[in-house]
């Protein structure tokens, strides 16, 4: 069998409206199959290089005419050119007997799904495939050929490990479908439905069906478009006859494959953490990467395990990637430069998967023999069950290595139980190729001719349709409102309602939506519903207008179409409604700006806010559902708010216990973790599964003894440029500037032996270039703080200076809001460089006010639960719909003002002292009568570091026999006259 490496192609995915409007920065370059990739942060460096099979520009360079992406440049690569190039091959792969594997692999939003599926008129190498094969099989029907042909089309999803049947959405139980192993075919899925087609068009009836069910499951939580890897499966079977007069099966599986999205993960939590809270966050990808990592290892003759049992992706892509595979690779790129980092982590994922090789065999046996060895490997499986199951050959081994009586008994049941799964497969598999096709299509006909009349009434009906982070999502359900009244709510009502909307924060009795005669209005059925339109709060009865965008609940986003008011007046909607559009709107109607564009720094940020608002309202409802008494809020928190000198503004999440009046602080990464595994106790709660967790494991609880920051103090270090001490009460403040006590600093500069510099000295630097070469020593101090609110315990300070890289920490001072830290520490720089210059007159030391929160007692006496507090709060503020917490101005701006103040004060007191030396050498030269002073003198006077040496400059003056008295001519040389 010849080696075949794996194809790879990277795509530049066409850009979204949002960075259009932008102007995001591009550091992605093509050539050829050469890929090159600038670090924006480095356009000095040269660009890093990779060379792939095929390298595909799609991110201009074209026109959207009706949905449709028309090329208007040779640059542009479209759908029709990826496929020519990829998906021919897979499709004479499948003709040619041989299993072929095509997966799409990139972070969220770059384009992964565009390039598999495709949207509208944008047919991706899935629908294309299809369509192709079937337009190939109906000629040589026509044709007159004898073949027979048959195909089956299977679509499931991996989400957190387990695994849904697409197509059957009820038979996944609770925890999954079963991924099984058989000795001879690998990894298979148990009970996965492969559904018969004969068409195109029934292809993509049951590819509609697939993704609405992965979209309901999305809105119940049961899945995420960023975290559910999507593999539609077609086995395609051609049956002829030969030679000999056998009848000869050709079977090619055709696996083609959406990854899930590679996140963006800055950090890895806070350290100490107790929560796995990265165990179910990307770990299929994880565990792809390793094993990519291992075969490509293989590949250049080491000897590796692969870790193919280590997720279940990648016992599903062990064929794709180690077996009987033809393999192509999509590395779906964002081209802007705020994506460097993901953008640069996919293209080396995919330069480690180019390395691999795989060997695929023409599938192709008589039929005959096939149903022969199924029938002996039902025998022996019925023959080893009735005879107890697998005989334990090896329990003196066992013994041995310490395996018990009972995990023995254990490992029993578990053989016998595979080998009954194994029964049941063959079964069910000799019998469906007893099966005639017909009788095979028979079961699965129906269904469709409904769903092929919805898209028709869209286009004259008013209705709604969903919207998803994922764009192939969006639009996968649909509610029509003809005339009449629609209630919203749960499956729970007593009475069902004609829309259900499931998950969180839905009412039994939600809303109501009634056509009056063309006219749709909406209102709330139910005081506790949430609905947003266009971002605000509906009140009363409302008529809603085209492209109307609603939001149900927590996370049910749907947009009103009313076709008649557009055929009416189609000027008045201009534009597309998407998921990243309507979250803005959220986003700006609660405060947020989101016009800003003016660098990277804004549109990360941006694009973090429209991923956490909803995040966070999700959240916000789990723990209202599960009563956990806890509250979070977005914060937009500067690095100095953070507790850092530099970086960028960041959003963060306030975690706040309603009941004892605890906050925490988590970076954003961090939230996202945790939501994870909120949703994971929703949906063991909403299951009826056992949901409740001790607090070492509940993500909405941080341990007793978590320190955090309680606030920052900004120190500007001016003065130390110029020898000058800085001693300072300043301001402790808190992420949104409020003041929380104040803290006791001192800079002072010192001599060489360790001895302070004292006013006395009065050492004068003119400028702190001075300081170039020389020495410098200073000492920190930080005495103590006071006013620090009661609820703070074991205080200390953190801090770093310069180029220091691990922080310097205080003692920690128990049981007192004005703790005395008693805390001094020496810096000594042998050689002064411009760089310590630079960072002495325009940095600041930035020192960490750090502490433990008391558990008080709860104070809500009655015991309300978190519904209840969450309205009252919400009455008393008013309105607070996301619970956002808006960015406050910077508070390190007062500290640095009052820096600069007092070296301005400290230095002009120094001038002062210079004039008025310069007035006692007048003085004294008038007094003695002298009409010229040495130049000597006058360079002392004006470089003397200290009242003593100036003075005793001036008394040479009296002495100076040669400077002439007043009134005097006299041409000797080396005097200057002082007027």
């Given at each position: 069998m010849p080696e075949e490496s794996v194809k790879v192609a990277v795509r530049v995915r066409p850009f979204n409206s949002r960075e259009k409007a932008r102007g995001a920065q591009l550091i992605i370059g093509m050539n050829a199959g050469t890929t090159t990739i600038q670090n924006p942060d480095a356009m000095n460096e040269e660009p890093k290089k990779f060379n792939f099979d095929y390298s595909y520009w799609s991110h201009d360079g074209f026109e959207e005419r009706d949905q449709l992406l028309v090329s208007v440049s040779p640059k542009y690569d479209g759908q029709k050119k990826v496929f020519d190039d990829l998906g021919v091959g897979v499709l004479k792969n499948a003709w040619d007997g041989y299993n072929s594997c095509l997966f799409a692999y990139g972070q969220t939003g770059s384009g992964k799904s565009f390039s598999v599926f495709g949207y509208g008129p944008n047919k991706g190498v899935i629908p294309i495939f299809c369509d192709q094969l079937f337009v190939e099989i109906n000629n040589k029907r026509a044709s007159g050929t004898k073949t027979e042909f048959e195909v089956t089309f299977s679509m499931l999803e991996i989400y957190n490990e387990q695994v849904r049947d697409l197509l059957n959405p009820a038979s996944s139980k609770k925890g999954g479908l079963r991924v099984r192993e058989h000795p001879k075919k690998g990894f298979y899925v148990e009970q996965l439905r492969n559904v018969p087609v004969q068409s195109y068009q029934q292809i993509e009836d049951r590819m509609d069906e697939g993704t609405r069910n992965r979209s309901v499951a999305s809105t119940q939580m049961n899945a995420t478009s960023s975290r559910a890897h999507t593999i539609v499966g077609i086995t395609f079977t051609q049956k002829s006859v030969n030679d000999a007069g056998q009848e000869m099966a050709k079977v090619a599986v055709v696996n083609l494959v959406d990854l899930a999205g590679s996140e963006r993960a800055e950090s890895t939590g806070a350290t100490g953490d107790r929560l796995k809270e990265g165990a179910a966050i990307n770990q299929s990808l994880s565990s792809l990467g390793n094993v990519i990592s291992a075969l490509a290892d293989r590949s250049k003759g080491k000897k590796v395990k692969v870790p193919f049992r280590d997720s279940v992706l990648t016992k599903l892509l062990k064929n794709a990637l180690g077996g009987n595979s033809k393999t192509i690779m999509i590395a779906a790129l964002s081209p802007a430069d705020i994506n460097y980092e993901e953008t640069l982590s996919t293209l080396r994922y995919a330069d480690r998967a180019k390395q691999i090789k795989t060997s695929a065999v023409v599938n192709e046996d008589p039929t005959e023999k096939l149903i022969r060895e199924l029938k002996e490997e039902n025998a022996r499986l019925m023959d080893a069950i009735k005879k107890g199951g697998l005989v334990m050959v090896a329990d003196d081994d066992d013994r041995k290595e310490g395996v018990t009586d009972e995990e023995r008994e254990a490992i029993r049941k578990e053989l016998e139980e595979e080998m009954q799964a194994r029964l049941e497969a063959t079964e069910r598999e000799l019998g469906y190729m007893k099966q005639s096709w017909e009788d095979k299509l028979k079961e699965t006909e129906g269904g469709d001719d409904g769903e092929r009349a919805k898209k028709e009434a869209k286009k004259t009906t008013p209705h709604l349709y969903n919207l998803n982070q994922d764009t192939q999502l969006s639009g996968m359900i649909v509610f029509l409102l003809g005339p009449g009244s629609y209630k919203v709510g749960n499956n729970k009502a007593e009475t069902p309602p004609e829309i259900v909307l499931n998950g969180l924060s839905i009412q039994k009795e939600h809303g109501i939506v009634l056509n009056d005669n063309g006219k749709v209005f909406l209102e709330k059925a139910s005081s506790d519903a949430k609905i947003l339109i266009n971002g605000d709060p509906l009140v009363g009865k409302m008529e809603l207008d085209h492209n109307d965008r609603i939001m149900f609940g927590s996370n049910h986003l749907y947009v009103f179409q009313h076709p008649q008011l557009y055929k009416a007046k189609p000027t008045n909607y201009v534009g597309v409604v998407t998921y990243e559009s309507a979250q803005e709107e959220i986003a700006q109607k609660n405060g947020f700006d989101m016009t800003s564009n003016n660098s990277k720094e804004d549109m990360l940020l941006q694009e973090d806010l429209v991923e956490m608002i909803p995040a966070v309202e999700e959240a916000n409802a789990i723990s209202e559902e599960l009563d956990q008494k806890v509250k979070f809020e977005i914060v937009?928190?500067?690095?100095?708010?953070?507790?850092?000198?530099?970086?960028?503004?960041e959003v963060c999440m306030k975690m706040r216990n309603l009941e004892k009046d605890l906050e925490y602080i988590w970076p954003r990464d961090k939230f996202v973790r945790r939501k994870y595994l909120m949703q994971?106790?929703?949906?063991?709660?909403t299951e009826g599964e056992d949901w409740k967790l001790p607090d070492e494991k509940n993500p909405f609880t941080e341990p007793p003894d978590q320190e955090v920051l309680i606030g920052t103090v900004n120190v500007y270090m001016q003065s130390l440029a110029y020898l000058i001490e800085s001693k300072e009460q300043l301001d402790i403040t808190d992420y949104r500037g409020k003041e929380l006590g104040l803290l006791d600093v001192e800079l002072v500069p010192c001599h060489k032996n360790g001895k302070e510099i004292k006013e006395d000295d009065d050492?004068?630097?003119?400028?702190?270039?001075?300081?170039?070469?020389?020495?410098?020593?200073?000492?920190?101090?930080?005495?103590?703080?006071?006013?620090?609110?009661?609820?703070?315990?074991?205080?200390?300070?953190?801090?770093?200076?310069?180029?220091?890289?691990?922080?310097?920490?205080?003692?920690?001072?128990?049981?007192?809001?004005?703790?005395?830290?008693?805390?001094?520490?020496?810096?000594?720089?042998?050689?002064?460089?411009?760089?310590?210059?630079?960072?002495?007159?325009?940095?600041?030391?930035?020192?960490q006010v750090w502490g433990t929160q008391k558990d008080p007692q709860s104070k809500n006496k009655a015991k309300k639960n978190t519904k209840e507090i969450m309205q009252a709060e919400a009455l008393s503020k008013g309105r607070d719909v996301n619970g956002t917490a808006k960015q406050v101005s910077d508070p390190a701006m007062k500290a640095k003002f009052m820096f600069q103040f007092a070296v301005m004060k400290k230095r002009q007191e120094r001038m002062e002292a210079k004039i008025a030396q310069f007035r006692k050498l007048v003085t004294t030269a008038e007094l003695h009568n002298k009409a010229r002073v040495e130049t000597m003198v006058i360079k002392t006077v004006l470089n003397a570091q200290n009242a003593k040496v100036a003075d005793k400059a001036i008394a040479r003056i009296p002495k100076d026999e040669a400077a002439g008295n007043l009134g005097e001519e006299t041409q000797k040389s080396g005097v200057c006259v002082v007027m």
């Open positions: 937009v928190m500067s690095p100095k708010a953070r507790g850092l000198a530099h970086g960028r503004t994971e106790m929703y949906q063991n709660y050492l004068f630097i003119d400028h702190p270039n001075e300081l170039v070469g020389r020495d410098l020593n200073f000492v920190v101090k930080l005495n103590s703080a006071m006013g620090i609110p009661a609820k703070f315990t074991g205080i200390h300070c953190k801090y770093s200076v310069f180029l220091d890289t691990e922080m310097i920490d205080t003692n920690r001072v128990q049981g007192t809001s004005s703790p005395a830290f008693k805390h001094k520490k020496s810096f000594n720089f042998e050689v002064v460089t411009s760089n310590l210059v630079q960072y002495l007159l325009n940095d600041h030391l930035v020192i």
